[in-house]
């Protein structure tokens, strides 16, 4: 009797040994054949610097420094570096919007334009005359933007502006034919 | 019979060796090698896989590219206030897929915005009461707090009520986030599950990660007290984490204020899955011990303070599309807007003079007109008022030789003019044929002695008549 209870749990321990190793092996085979696997690329290599300037927003906030008493009300902004400009050597155009900028001073390593605007309220007279002055200075390690104007009311008509119709500013090389 | 009872048990022998065997490897394995496995998730641009072949139309300008491109999982927008001229202002968004199709219908963008530099802290759910156990394998049994169901649940279910929080969805934002009235926008919740895209393929992401702390089981008699062992709390990450995170990211960099990309890694906050298209579920990952997940963080910090809610990168500051910090706001309303542009011999368009001029023999002089890529430059500009200055005896003409007898042929013919401006003295000045029609000429201004001739097959405009 003694005999065959001890059969029996030799039974009992040899299947839950070899259930134990079907477990086990299982494990054993998925950790052994795991893989390091990498889902997808990251690419931002291309975000430090630009070929031609390019500026775009929704909107243009412009400040005044309280300590400054030229009424003079900016928007300021750094920017990627852009390695391939030379306004000695290139001719470029400005645009911003949906206009052409003549009379740009383009220098080697910046761009200063005036755009004057003028606002018209329904019955076709003009409620306000702004003018925006740009400046885009190339340095060696970013770009920086200035827009700037004179007095809050042009500021807060520049800025409705932007708001309505975005501001979308470039600087591009214009290739002379030959 | 007995024979094949002994092979029988034979067998047996030998498997149940065999199995020994196998679970002396698999712990020796799984225990002592430490074999890590780590994968790697990079969350790249969340742009749908439908404008990925829309970009490839060669029609798009690369501005319209850029744009389109320009989507990724986090986006913050830090206005610091360092100049002291507004408030001072944090937001991060992230931008997700409502279905596993990961197409540019399914965008949806979610985040989170607070007025002050935010200071949070994990969420700590103590409950002192509920004492549960772990089983440690070196026998020794540490205490847990914040484990219960009841700290779980108010842990999934925790929602920051310091933000405001706001839903992205075709072009507007908006905060459908009420106390009373339930939401019918995304709340930010630890059980919250995005649909990001990784590879081209569809994951899951959702921030339900936690750690715990040992706080010490502490003995107090008298006022001496003694550490006897290690009770731990957990704590719970929420969004507040990842937001307060993301700000420090931000105001640490090393490039300062401006728009820049960094690469965060989310592993300690986020846990994220593959979706499996064909079974319809999410691929359960129960080889990989580590997950290491990147994501690109695009941000804006500026040193400025914000001033209104179009600087919001929700378009609303606290709840209010409107907001402004000004007092007395200017009246802005206005019907168009006209680009002036003030001409003279001077005007140069791409590097080329924008007026160009004919010698005549028969009447001695030049003839001025605007060239043809000037013509065409304004053809192109709608709401242009266009202003041009003849000065016949300014400096340039006078050192180059030119002496302007006239308007050519044709020579602004269908270009919109405000205001025409000729000064200077001459006897006559003569107007081609058709040297201002089209043209809409509001003002014509001139000296007193300069006498006109041909004008009235010049132009077809009425105008008013200024002598200057």
Not at chain 1, 104 to 133: K, Q, R
Not at chain 2, 398 to 414: C, H, M, P, R, S
Request: aromatic share 14%.
């Amino acid at each position: 009797m003694t005999k065959a209870i001890g059969t029996i749990l030799l039974y009992v321990l040899a299947f839950v040994i070899i259930v134990a190793a079907v477990f086990c092996g299982i494990q054993f085979y998925k950790e052994v054949r795991a893989e390091s696997y990498v889902n997808g690329s990251i690419d931002i290599s291309n975000r430090f610097s630009q070929e031609s300037f390019n500026y775009s927003a929704t909107s243009v906030v412009f400040y005044h420094d309280l300590y400054d008493e030229t009424d003079t009300y900016t928007f300021e902004k750094d920017l990627l570096k852009v390695e391939t400009f030379d306004g000695s050597k290139k001719t470029y155009q400005v645009q911003l919007n949906d206009f052409v900028l003549l009379n740009c001073e383009i220098n080697s390593g910046s761009v200063f334009g005036v755009v004057n605007i003028d606002f018209y309220d329904t019955d076709g007279n003009i409620v306000n005359s702004a003018v925006l002055n740009i400046s885009v200075k190339f340095l060696s390690n970013k770009t920086t933007l200035t827009l700037a104007t004179n007095g809050k009311e042009n500021a807060s008509f520049l800025e409705q502006y932007f708001s309505d119709n975005g501001i979308r500013l470039k600087i591009m090389e214009i290739k002379q034919e030959v | 019979m007995k024979a094949i009872k002994t092979i029988t048990n034979c067998c047996l022998v030998l498997l149940v060796v065999i199995s020994i065997c196998v679970i002396i490897g698999y712990v020796y394995y799984h225990f002592f090698v430490k074999d890590t496995t780590i994968g790697v998730n990079n969350i790249d641009n969340q742009v749908g896989m439908d404008i990925q072949e829309i970009l490839k139309d060669e029609d798009l300008s690369d501005e319209e590219k850029d744009k389109m491109k320009d989507r990724y999982f986090l986006e913050v927008n830090y206005y610091s206030n360092d100049k002291n001229n507004g408030i001072k202002l944090q937001e991060l968004k992230m931008n997700y897929f409502t279905t596993f199709n990961l197409l540019s219908s399914d965008y949806r963008s979610t985040g989170m915005q607070y007025i002050g530099d935010y200071k949070g802290l994990p969420l700590d759910t103590w409950d002192g009461n509920s004492k549960v156990s772990f089983l440690k394998l070196n026998g020794k049994n540490d205490r847990y707090y914040g484990t219960s169901k009841e700290s779980v649940a108010i842990a999934d279910n925790y929602v920051d009520k310091s933000f405001n929080y706001y839903d992205y969805t075709n072009e507007i934002n908006w905060n459908g986030i009420t106390n009373e009235n339930g939401s019918i926008a995304t709340e930010l919740k630890r059980t919250t599950e995005f649909i990001i895209k990784i590879d081209n393929r569809a994951f899951a992401i959702s921030l339900n990660k936690y750690f715990d702390r040992d706080v010490g089981d502490v003995r107090n008699i008298f006022g001496i007290g003694w550490k006897v062992g290690e009770v731990y709390n957990r704590y719970y990450y929420t969004y507040a984490s990842l937001f307060q995170s993301c700000m420090q990211a931000v105001k640490s960099n090393s490039a300062g204020y401006g728009d820049y990309y960094i690469t965060v890694d989310l592993s300690s906050l986020f846990s994220i899955k593959e979706y499996d298209i064909e079974s319809g579920k999410f691929k359960t990952d129960n080889v990989t011990n580590i997950i290491k997940t990147y994501s690109v963080l695009k941000f804006h910090y500026d040193e400025n303070g914000a001033r209104n809610s179009t600087q919001s990168m929700f378009g609303i500051i606290d709840n209010n599309s409107k907001y402004d910090i000004q007092d007395d706001p200017i009246d802005t309303t206005y019907w168009q807007e006209r680009m002036t542009y003030n001409l003279n011999y001077a005007s140069k368009y791409n590097g080329k003079d924008l007026f160009e001029y004919r010698y005549s023999d028969t009447y001695n002089g030049y003839f001025i007109s605007l060239t043809m890529d000037g013509k065409k430059l304004f053809a192109n500009m709608p709401r242009t008022k266009v202003n041009i200055v003849i000065d016949l005896n300014s400096d340039y003409f006078t050192q180059n030789n030119i002496k302007i007898v006239g308007l050519d042929y044709n020579a602004f013919e269908n270009v919109e003019l405000d205001t025409l401006t000729i000064r200077g003295s001459t006897d006559k000045f003569y107007l081609m044929d058709k040297s201002l029609i089209g043209t809409q000429l509001k003002t014509f201004k001139h000296s007193k002695d300069i006498i006109f001739v041909g004008l009235e097959n010049a132009t077809n405009s009425e105008f008013v008549e200024v002598v200057i």
